[in-house]
């Protein structure tokens, strides 16, 4: 089953609605949800469920034997995110963080899920039944405890605990008040199962388990998008996407998945299938960033939710279990903890590893991508040019005075609300890193001389003025371990192409430099995006991977110098300067790949768009194509710097498109004109502005007049 039709269609057998409603006079229960009702006094919350009907799973996990048996549970079960019944949960049973396997409900709370009617054959007109409420009773609330490990590793370990930490786990729409972070990722990770009477099937429905996923692969989502607002409009609506990137806790693999996927509030609880309709695992709420809003959705894997009770302490008494699995958590967050603050300069993979087992065409790629770091708390991504160590990254990085919100990074005018953001991660809380890591780390980058020979291309390296730069150090993700080394600058471009080169200090035996495409590629081509987005060196993940087409290629009309073996040509036919794509671009993957199916590198990634109050627009991004990276890959392979001198011969048309501006050769004077009382791309940036300030009105709209519903 390969179609993604039919795997829809598949998908829909086993996705619910799941509705938990009780008393709420003062209206508090509806707090932390971004969709809800609340009338006469009571209030109503939803989320997706993923409906396992019984003798669906050849082997079922011994925690629904186990919750059964104490229930005496004949018929099917139902997972969604505790989330959306502990509000109705009695006091007693509310603010517990342990496993719980008889919790009670408030008096007159009650839960409910909506199953979609299923087509009986094939009748002439196709439609299928009406869906139907079923009653359900909450059987249990099962941390998934590897799952919040990795979540908890992912943002850095006890560093991520801080509550000036710049992550948050939940719905942009809903904010969360008064929970810490730890509060929010074991809210994230903790399941509820759900027991309902046997669901009558015209078919027995069989699903199998997909095994341990990689980046790349293919994610299929169905859940009810907006919960109880609407369901007939939304109940079972799909979403697709890829695995971003896969997290580990201790020896579980794939234990929580980063999911490059478009999802809204009300999915959370939703199954996730792979492209072969196999159960991956459970949509839960995304991890959101405070100060862009982005969010990167997560997905709690089956393998975990099938291993969250041991078989052994089934037959022991519930008050035993619940200490045990104290216990268990506090150990393995404790041994989390342990590894995120022992970062060396090497850092091998466990065995069984899931980084060998990439997608065929991106594993070469994804080796050839860098995580770049300046300082203690500036990171980007970079690119392997050549066996020797050579690193290709975009200026900014190393010289954020020039493309900063004095000039790239707020290419606009203040007054305006679009500019473009150069996607370098600058973190709200800088890392702390003992003195002698950073010695290890984070040596000096010195000395005039490289891989090449004496530097005489001074035109283009850091001012002397410039040249106390903060540390620079460039982590390698080889296919078996991560490691470090300390980097020096050897060239920054002075032009408008907006590129640097690092060299190694020391180069490792095993490089894996980049294969570029110099072709330019077609519109609607599709590619990966590969870089160290959002999540920095202290997640210590490998890059993640997002996925698009693309949009759209930006062509200069008028020739292109190109400097060949000290004789500057001129190349006759126009060059693409810019790629545009739909995958999701977010800072921190900025200097990192465009990649092709076949994995050959078509891009360099440099900027997103961005609205004028701050947040980007990921799936809306800018990158450098090979093509006018050429004078890098010939200085790469020839070692002849005179190469690099068209880089930084000035070009306004370039600097134009790199604005978002009109063309120098449109009228000059009344461009001129414009731009004094405008400022550049004006009128681009004015529609994004009217855009955004409507969706703003809209939302204060919303907000103000529907309360209870948004």
Not at 203 to 230: A, T
Not at 322 to 351: D, F, H, M, T
Not at 491 to 509: E, F, K, M, R, T
Request: aromatic residues 6%; neutral net charge; proline residues 6%.
């Amino acid at each position: 089953m390969e179609s993604l039709p039919d795997v829809a269609q598949f998908a829909r057998n086993f996705s619910v609605l799941v509705r938990s409603q009780g008393p709420d006079p003062k209206g508090l229960k509806m707090r932390n949800h971004a969709f809800h009702l609340h009338q006469t006094g009571s209030t109503t919350l939803s989320a997706s469920g993923i409906l396992l009907p019984d003798g669906c799973l050849s082997d079922r996990p011994p925690i629904f034997d186990h919750v059964c048996g104490i229930h005496r549970h004949s018929g099917d079960l139902v997972v969604t995110p505790a989330s959306v019944v502990e509000p109705f949960l009695t006091a007693e049973y509310r603010n517990k963080t342990a496993q719980e396997f008889s919790p009670k409900l408030i008096p007159a709370a009650r839960i409910d899920v909506l199953i979609e009617g299923k087509e009986e054959g094939t009748s002439s007109n196709g439609a299928a039944t009406i869906p139907r409420w079923s009653n359900c009773k909450l059987m249990a609330l099962v941390d998934v405890t590897a799952s919040s490990v990795a979540l908890l590793s992912l943002l850095g370990g006890d560093s991520g605990l801080q509550e000036s930490s710049s992550w948050e786990v939940g719905w942009s729409l809903a904010a969360r008040e008064g929970d810490t972070q730890a509060g929010m990722i074991e809210s994230a990770t903790r399941i509820a199962i759900l027991g309902i009477p046997k669901v009558e099937l015209k078919n027995m429905l069989h699903v199998d388990i997909s095994e341990v996923q990689q980046r790349g692969d293919l994610l299929i989502v169905m859940g009810s998008p907006f919960g109880i607002l609407s369901p007939s409009h939304f109940l079972n609506s799909i979403s697709s996407g890829v695995v971003a990137n896969c997290c580990s806790a201790g020896s579980v693999k794939n234990s929580l998945l980063l999911a490059d996927i478009r999802c809204l509030p009300g999915m959370e609880g939703g199954p996730v299938f792979d492209r072969h309709a196999c159960l991956v695992g459970m949509l839960t709420s995304p991890l959101r960033q405070k100060s862009s809003n982005a969010e990167i959705q997560l997905v709690i894997t089956w393998n975990v939710i099938a291993t969250a009770w041991g078989n052994g302490l089934q037959n022991e008494p519930q008050n035993v279990q619940q200490e045990v699995a104290g216990r268990y958590i506090n150990k393995e967050r404790r041994v989390l903890l342990n590894l995120a603050n022992s970062r060396g300069p090497i850092r091998c993979l466990p065995e069984g590893s899931d980084f060998p087992n990439l997608v065929p065409s991106l594993r070469k790629a994804m080796s050839s991508v860098a995580l770049v770091t300046v300082g203690d708390g500036t990171w980007a991504s970079g690119i392997v040019l050549n066996p020797k160590g050579l690193i290709l990254t975009n200026a900014h990085l190393l010289e954020p005075w020039r493309f900063g919100r004095k000039s790239l990074v707020n290419l606009v005018k203040k007054s305006t609300r679009f500019s473009v953001e150069c996607s370098v991660s600058f973190s709200e809380q800088e890392e702390k890193i003992s003195e002698d890591k950073r010695q290890r780390f984070f040596l000096s980058a010195s000395g005039s001389s490289s891989a090449y020979g004496d530097i005489a291309h001074d035109a283009s390296l850091l001012n002397r003025s410039h040249k106390n730069y903060r540390k620079i150090s460039v982590r390698l993700d080889n296919m078996e371990c991560q490691f470090w080394c300390d980097a020096s600058v050897v060239y920054v471009s002075n032009g408008p192409i907006d590129v640097a080169l690092l060299q190694l200090d020391h180069v490792p035996c095993q490089l894996c430099p980049i294969n570029p495409e110099f072709h330019c590629p077609s519109i609607g081509l599709p590619v990966h995006v590969i870089g160290h987005g959002l999540l920095g060196p202290r997640s210590g993940i490998w890059p993640s991977v997002s996925t698009g087409i693309v949009s759209h290629v930006v062509r200069v009309p008028e020739p292109l110098h190109i400097e060949k073996s000290g004789v500057v040509e001129t190349e006759k036919r126009s060059v693409p300067v810019m790629l545009q794509t739909t995958a999701a671009v977010h800072p921190g993957a900025s200097g990192g790949a465009v990649v092709d199916s076949d994995g050959h590198m078509i891009g360099l990634i440099t900027s997103n768009a961005k609205h004028g109050g701050g947040r980007t627009i990921p799936h809306l991004n800018f990158s450098i194509p090979c093509a006018a990276l050429l004078p890098i890959f010939r200085f790469s392979d020839e070692h002849d710097w005179s190469m690099l001198k068209v880089l930084d011969e000035p070009n306004d048309l370039l600097s134009s498109v790199w604005a978002l501006a009109p063309p120098p050769s449109q009228s000059k004077q009344s461009i001129s004109e414009k731009n004094d009382q405008e400022g550049k791309g004006s009128r681009f940036s004015k529609f994004l502005a009217k855009k955004h300030s409507g969706l703003e009105d809209l939302t204060h709209v919303i907000k103000e007049k529907l309360p209870s519903k948004l």
